[in-house]
């Protein structure tokens, strides 16, 4: 009954604040309504101040659509709504931490909600989301830049899209999109405008005329080492051929292959460019520095080479194959500090109908006395080469003791080797001088091949007893040197005698495995040739019972000493530096 009551109560209440409030004075009033008193027995409705079964869920999202990555916090979203909960998950398209869940893989879940006795289960599917990124890595200065006819694919980065998802739009007709290309029609700029769903994207283009450009910070080089060029252009647009290079002056460097080649000291211009439109080009200067001293260290001997038995190769009295033995002493540079010492002793040419022809099979032929034993002209053919390519490196296999440079080269005119093998070469080099018998462009019978005859200059060394050879090959290497710069031959291009045909020579470089030994001298003597020719070298032995004033070694140690020389190098410029260089030398083992 007390219940009943204050019901009542409070419907009496409720009409006094909202029925029997003032109510504006009507013309004609009616009469109040009257207040109706629910009978006891009629379905009286729920008191207000029992717990009234409503669920605490009512009107919250029961389904959410979210990208991989995406979160919901259910915390910020209920936190006015409720005053505890729980989330859990119903697979692992969700992680849950707390009350904030994060979709991580594709596919669909739920989200379990419990608050007391009531549950709300969210369902959610997870994509992945359609995105687009301009990459930043192709744009320079905020441009994307493309050359005039260039063809190039969009600098966009896709993401669980197709580009046919993208809306695109160009700014003007300086440029074309097709798909993913884009194309450079007229030199200038333009923007293309990218839309995916409510999210745009513009990039700016510049359409640029054709130009190969270098991307090398500086060509400051070392005459000792080389520079590869790197260059921009469009290999799509323009064949790797069509680049070429103009020097302003042509004797400091030369390229092939895109790469630098120092000849000698200096600064030389270098332009660039594609065919022969200069307005393609880009000027570069490149600065070849030499560093005498270190050019002469490179070349020191740390250990010299000493050999109790070295083999000389030739023929014994009854002209069987035969060698003697001898000591050898090597020296302390690879390079030789001494002149060469060329004598001209130009035989004198004999008419003949091919003088001043070049060569061809058919003249050679006729000019080979050991085809031809009526043949003109020999031992001078008079015939040129079809051009000074090799350098083709003989010994004599004479060990005799008198054949040196001058008997060798008369060899050549006397009447045995006229009747009988009938052989021919231009220099002859002996331990102390070299002597030039044929002129470098003529025909000369050696290396028994075409190529040889009729391209290569033909060096014999001597191989006497009792000579030097270390000197023999240092002034080989001297001459070498002298004939590669004159002609632009490469090292490459120094031929043994065997690279030919086969012959076992130069026999004695070969028999003691000193070939390699030999060669490292022209190298040697080539660089200083090519990078100091300006300069003048003094060398000074300062152990000279050891040592002789061009490096060689003239005496044997009981025991492993070490030797020192200074070299000092000038130029006319002022250049004036000194160098002490030191070399071990053991005893003959
Ligand atoms: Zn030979």
């Known amino acids: 009954m007390v219940k009943k009551l204050s019901f009542l109560l409070i419907i009496l209440f409720m009409i006094t604040l909202f029925g029997c409030?003032?109510?504006?004075?009507?013309?004609?009033?009616?009469?109040?309504?009257?207040?109706?008193?629910?009978?006891?027995?009629?379905?009286?409705?729920?008191?207000?101040?029992?717990?009234v079964e409503v669920d605490p869920f009512l009107g919250f999202e029961t389904e959410y659509s979210l990208f991989v990555g995406e979160k919901i916090d259910f915390e910020e979203l209920y936190k006015d709504k409720l005053d505890s909960f729980e989330v859990s998950v119903s697979n692992n398209v969700l992680v849950v931490r707390g009350k904030i869940v994060e979709a991580v893989r594709e596919g669909s879940s739920k989200v379990v909600i419990l608050s007391g006795d009531n549950t709300l289960i969210i369902d959610v599917t997870v994509s992945l989301k359609k995105e687009f990124k301009i990459m930043d890595e192709y744009v320079s200065d905020g441009e994307f830049e493309l050359f005039l006819n260039e063809e190039v694919a969009l600098p966009i980065a896709l993401y669980n899209c197709t580009i046919d998802d993208l809306e695109i739009t160009v700014g003007n007709d300086n440029i074309e999109v097709n798909g993913w290309k884009i194309k450079g029609l007229k030199i200038g700029e333009s923007t293309v405008k990218i839309k995916l769903g409510d999210v745009t994207g513009l990039l700016l283009v510049y359409v640029k005329p054709l130009k190969v450009t270098v991307l090398n910070d500086n060509f400051n080089i070392d005459c000792l080492d080389t520079l590869k060029i790197h260059l921009q252009y469009p290999k799509n647009l323009v064949d790797e051929s069509d680049i070429n290079y103009y020097l302003y002056k042509s004797d400091i460097i030369e390229i092939k292959d895109n790469t630098i080649y120092p000849l000698r000291e200096g600064k030389v211009k270098v332009r660039v460019q594609i065919g022969d439109d200069k307005d393609t080009g880009t000027v570069f200067e490149v600065n070849v520095t030499v560093d005498p001293i270190a050019i002469i260290t490179s070349l020191n001997q740390e250990n010299a080479l000493?050999?109790?038995?070295?083999?000389?190769?030739?023929?014994?009295?009854?002209?069987?194959p035969a060698y003697v033995t001898q000591e050898f002493m090597g020296s302390v540079s690879y390079y030789f500090f001494s002149q060469l010492n060329l004598i001209e002793q130009i035989i004198d040419i004999y008419d003949n109908p091919y003088v001043g022809m070049t060569a061809t099979p058919e003249i050679i032929n006729q000019i080979d006395k050991k085809k031809n034993k009526e043949c003109p002209g020999y031992p001078r053919s008079g015939v040129l080469l079809t051009g000074i390519n090799y350098i083709t490196y003989?010994?004599?296999?004479?060990?005799?003791?008198?054949?040196?440079?001058?008997?060798?080269?008369?060899?050549?005119?006397n009447s045995y080797s006229i009747a009988?093998?009938?052989?021919?070469?231009?220099?002859?080099?002996?331990e102390d001088q070299v002597i030039h018998s044929i002129p470098?462009?003529?025909?000369?019978?050696q290396g028994d091949h075409y190529t040889a005859y009729t391209e290569s200059i033909g060096i014999e060394t001597c191989v006497n007893q009792g000579a030097n050879l270390d000197k023999v090959w240092h002034r080989m290497g001297k001459l070498c040197a002298r004939l590669m710069v004159k002609y632009g031959?490469?090292?490459?291009?120094?031929?043994?005698?065997?690279?030919?045909?086969?012959?076992n020579c130069p026999q004695t470089l070969r028999m003691n495995n000193l070939y390699d030994y030999a060669i490292r001298m022209v190298k040697a003597e080539l660089v200083v040739k090519k990078y100091l020719g300006d300069y003048t070298i003094k060398f000074e032995s300062l152990n000279p019972e050891y040592v002789d004033d061009t490096g060689q070694i003239i005496k044997a140690p009981l025991e492993e000493i070490v030797v020192s020389y200074k070299v000092t190098i000038t130029n006319n410029s002022g250049y004036n530096e000194s160098v002490v260089l030191q070399t071990k030398i053991k005893p003959f083992n």
């Open 21 to 51: 409030g003032e109510k504006p004075v009507e013309a004609d009033p009616k009469p109040a309504e009257p207040v109706i008193i629910p009978k006891e027995d009629e379905e009286a409705p729920e008191p207000i101040d029992d717990p």
């Open 306 to 320: 000493m050999l109790r038995e070295i083999r000389l190769y030739g023929e014994d009295s009854n002209g069987q």
């Open 394 to 413: 003989h010994d004599t296999g004479n060990f005799n003791p008198g054949a040196k440079s001058q008997s060798n080269a008369n060899w050549m005119t």
């Open 420 to 430: 009988a093998t009938a052989r021919s070469w231009h220099y002859t080099v002996d």
């Open 440 to 445: 470098d462009n003529e025909v000369t019978f």
């Open 489 to 503: 031959i490469d090292v490459n291009h120094i031929k043994q005698h065997y690279d030919w045909m086969g012959k």
